[in-house]
């Protein structure tokens, strides 16, 4: 299996500031056939299902904010969000869909400092 | 709109059963194909298993392999999860989840409905 690991597991961000959270898989997500890298981050609110935020590892979904942006390539991936807004506090995951056996990261939680 | 909604939970006892259901509604569901997914209580989330839109390609996960099985039933615009020999790890909330952009890329997610495995 793809193993799929965030750091850091909790990030405290002040208003109107950059956040970043990274995202590492233990071995590439990258196609080298179409060279796109298999690569989704997700939004998860307290009580609420996870919202797709970007796949592709940059490709925002419809509807997502242009704060919210995704880069990084073959294993080291990269969430920024940049300029965070209180509606942004949540976990999110990355998650890679280049094996059937699909992985999540263990999450980061998104706080306000 | 475009919905997803989760049926079957409950309480259930170790070694028991209990079949989830999916209902879809406000997209062709038989174009594409659909995941469970779990969340147990204060954890991340673990993928369990994938069905393709025709049933041709059938994935789970090591922890519900043999005891777990997806299947879907285009007709009636539905997802199901049949699950036997359930332990008390098992306890979480399940999510269906489509996949209209590729497969794996989740982009529609029900609310999920709550098993509590326990005796």
């Known amino acids: 299996d793809i193993v799929m690991t965030q750091s850091p597991d909790s990030l405290a961000v002040s208003l109107g500031e950059r956040a970043t959270i990274n995202c590492k898989s233990s071995?590439?997500?990258?196609?080298?056939?179409?060279?796109?890298?298999?690569l989704g981050w997700y939004q998860q609110k307290p009580g609420q299902p996870p919202k797709l935020l970007i796949y592709w590892a940059s490709t925002r979904e419809s509807g997502v904010p242009d704060r919210f942006s995704g880069s990084g390539s073959g294993t080291d991936f990269t969430l920024t969000i940049s300029s965070l807004q209180a509606e942004d506090v949540a976990v999110y995951y990355c998650?890679?869909?280049?094996?059937?056996?699909?992985?999540f990261g263990q999450g980061t939680k998104l706080e306000i400092k | 709109q475009v919905q997803l909604v989760e049926s079957g939970g409950g309480l259930v006892k170790p070694g028991g059963s209990l079949r989830l259901s999916c209902a879809a509604s406000g997209f062709t569901f038989s174009d594409y194909s659909m995941s469970w997914i779990r969340q147990a209580p204060g954890t991340g989330l673990e993928w369990l298993s994938y069905?393709?839109?025709?049933?041709?390609?059938?994935y789970y996960a090591d922890s519900v392999k043999g005891r777990f099985t997806i299947s879907r039933d285009n007709a009636k615009n539905s997802l199901y999860l049949q699950m036997n020999s359930l332990r008390a790890e098992d306890t979480a909330v399940y999510y269906c989840?489509?996949?209209?952009?590729?497969?794996?890329?989740?982009?529609?997610w029900g609310q999920g409905t709550m098993v509590i495995v326990s005796s």
């Open positions: 998650q890679q869909y280049y094996r059937t056996l699909y992985t």
């Open positions: 071995q590439s997500v990258l196609y080298s056939s179409n060279n796109k890298n298999y």
């Open positions: 069905i393709d839109s025709s049933e041709s390609r059938i």
């Open positions: 989840a489509s996949s209209s952009q590729w497969p794996g890329v989740f982009d529609i």
